[in-house]
């Protein structure tokens, strides 16, 4: 087994992925399984279709994301920092920083209450653990060194492939939800479509790509080098292309068997109030099994172990830029105070934050918002960067990809009509 795994990750296929297979499994963290959770055990199978809808539109705004890092060399803050005014870059950081820390919470929080549920214990002792663990592998492990570790902690996301496999699941109905959902369009099921969508095209999600492919460039043997020639470039742009493809839909897949297992079982059953990822690991005890209730929890735990260093590490790269301070997960502590002290700062404050009388629940849900509102404008510029000669010369985003991408800008905008329409409404 152990020399399958080494011949498996030399191979060129599993090489290829990263930032994309990266970015994508972090999209399935404890706060987004909440939300498929929700969806499940209040709409059964009817919300399905909305994670196979988000699919070509998450291609294809992280693919324009990750063309911008690679292409540029800069990341998503640094290339806003030079061609926009700087009151938006300020705006929009802001907003990201406030968003992802307050999102650090209840990633944190959720893998402390999946561990109590597991082992017993205090909640907060968890909370502080994980916080730790997250903070030190980011500031003292090489970025390659990181990258493998991440990579290889995608794999907890099987776990919600493997609960569907440990229940009933009527597949003829789960298959009519996709195609053909029996929904009324009420406040309720507005909610949630918006809901799924905003925790599917996070922010946090094109700031990490585009972060990850500019240090993917400076570690390529003989320094950074912007892949200029033609030849050089399409070499990239293919790998990103796979990797992304991969990613997004691996997230997707991830999240499907999420809503299905709820829906199966919590739904089922008349459960259908579930607020946090631990909650839904809880509820499935009685009705699923203990080994459905164990698969569950060791994913909340996996995929915050992905999530909560992604989200502190896009906060850092976007603030870094910023001020143009040093950036890069290879930098010694010295060389790169800033851009790990914001890092420490993010998980300190977000774990801190399980100390305090806020409720994570509240906390989560206007942390989506946020998300939610600053998506639009910053796929908007990301696609106006996209489109420009000026900033990617003959490499600018071709047609098909320019549709995907506004077309991606457009559903969210809607949703987020949506959104402020049900909550003023």
């Known amino acids: 087994m152990i020399a399958l795994l080494r011949r498996l990750r030399h191979h060129p296929a599993v090489k290829d992925l990263g930032p994309g297979l990266i970015t994508g499994a972090a999209d399935d963290d404890p706060s987004g399984i909440a939300t498929y959770s929700q969806a499940g055990a209040q709409f059964g199978y009817n919300m399905l279709w909305t994670v196979v809808v988000t699919y070509p539109l998450m291609v294809g705004i992280q693919m324009v994301s990750a063309r911008l890092g690679c292409?540029?060399?800069?990341?998503?803050?640094?290339?806003?920092?030079?061609?926009?005014?700087?009151?938006?870059?300020?705006?929009?950081?802001?907003?990201?920083?406030?968003?992802?820390?307050?999102?650090?919470?209840?990633?944190?929080?959720?893998?402390?209450?999946?561990?109590?549920?597991?082992?017993?214990?205090?909640?907060?002792?968890?909370?502080?653990?994980?916080?730790?663990?997250c903070l030190v592998l980011q500031v003292f492990l090489s970025y390659r060194t990181y990258v493998q570790y991440l990579k290889w902690l995608t794999l907890s996301l099987l776990a919600?492939?493997?609960?569907?496999?440990?229940?009933?699941?009527?597949?003829?109905?789960?298959?009519?939800?996709?195609?053909?959902?029996?929904?009324?369009?009420?406040?309720?099921?507005?909610?949630?479509?918006?809901?799924?969508?905003?925790?599917?095209?996070?922010?946090?999600?094109?700031?990490?790509?585009?972060?990850?492919?500019?240090?993917?460039?400076?570690?390529?043997?003989?320094?950074?080098?912007?892949?200029?020639?033609?030849?050089?470039?399409?070499?990239?742009l293919r790998r990103i292309k796979r990797d992304t493809y991969i990613g997004m839909g691996f997230s997707n897949l991830v999240a499907l068997f999420i809503i299905l297992s709820t829906a199966a079982?919590?739904?089922?059953?008349?459960?259908?109030?579930?607020?946090?990822?631990?909650?839904?690991?809880?509820?499935?005890?009685?009705?699923?099994?203990?080994?459905?209730?164990?698969?569950?929890?060791?994913?909340?735990?996996?995929?915050?172990?992905?999530?909560?260093?992604?989200?502190?590490?896009?906060?850092?790269?976007?603030?870094?830029?910023?001020?143009?301070?040093?950036?890069?997960?290879?930098?010694?502590?010295?060389?790169?105070?800033?851009?790990?002290?914001?890092?420490?700062?993010?998980?300190?404050?977000?774990?801190?934050?399980?100390?305090?009388?806020?409720?994570?629940?509240?906390?989560?849900?206007?942390?989506?918002v946020i998300n939610g509102v600053i998506a639009v404008p910053i796929m908007v510029v990301m696609m106006m960067l996209g489109t420009q000669p000026r900033v990617l010369g003959e490499f600018v985003t071709r047609r098909r990809l320019r549709r995907l991408g506004w077309m991606a800008t457009a559903v969210m905008a809607l949703a987020v009509i949506a959104m402020l329409v049900t909550l003023l409404g």
């Open 71 to 133: 292409i540029t060399g800069h990341g998503l803050a640094a290339n806003i920092k030079q061609h926009l005014p700087r009151w938006v870059l300020f705006t929009i950081v802001g907003l990201l920083l406030v968003a992802n820390t307050i999102n650090i919470a209840a990633d944190i929080a959720a893998m402390g209450q999946a561990t109590q549920l597991l082992l017993g214990g205090s909640v907060h002792l968890y909370s502080v653990a994980f916080g730790v663990v």
């Open 160 to 236: 919600y492939v493997a609960v569907a496999f440990t229940i009933h699941v009527p597949w003829f109905e789960a298959v009519r939800g996709i195609v053909y959902p029996s929904l009324t369009l009420d406040g309720a099921t507005l909610t949630m479509i918006v809901a799924v969508f905003g925790t599917t095209i996070s922010p946090y999600l094109f700031f990490w790509q585009a972060a990850q492919e500019v240090e993917d460039l400076r570690s390529l043997p003989g320094g950074p080098a912007l892949p200029h020639r033609m030849d050089v470039a399409r070499r990239h």
């Open 265 to 368: 079982t919590l739904h089922a059953a008349g459960v259908t109030h579930i607020e946090t990822a631990a909650q839904a690991a809880e509820a499935l005890r009685p009705v699923a099994g203990e080994f459905t209730f164990l698969l569950f929890s060791l994913g909340i735990i996996g995929t915050g172990m992905l999530a909560v260093p992604v989200l502190a590490g896009s906060a850092a790269y976007a603030v870094a830029e910023t001020f143009h301070w040093r950036t890069g997960l290879d930098l010694r502590l010295e060389d790169g105070k800033e851009f790990y002290a914001i890092i420490c700062c993010a998980t300190v404050v977000g774990a801190a934050l399980n100390f305090t009388s806020i409720n994570a629940i509240q906390a989560l849900f206007w942390s989506a």
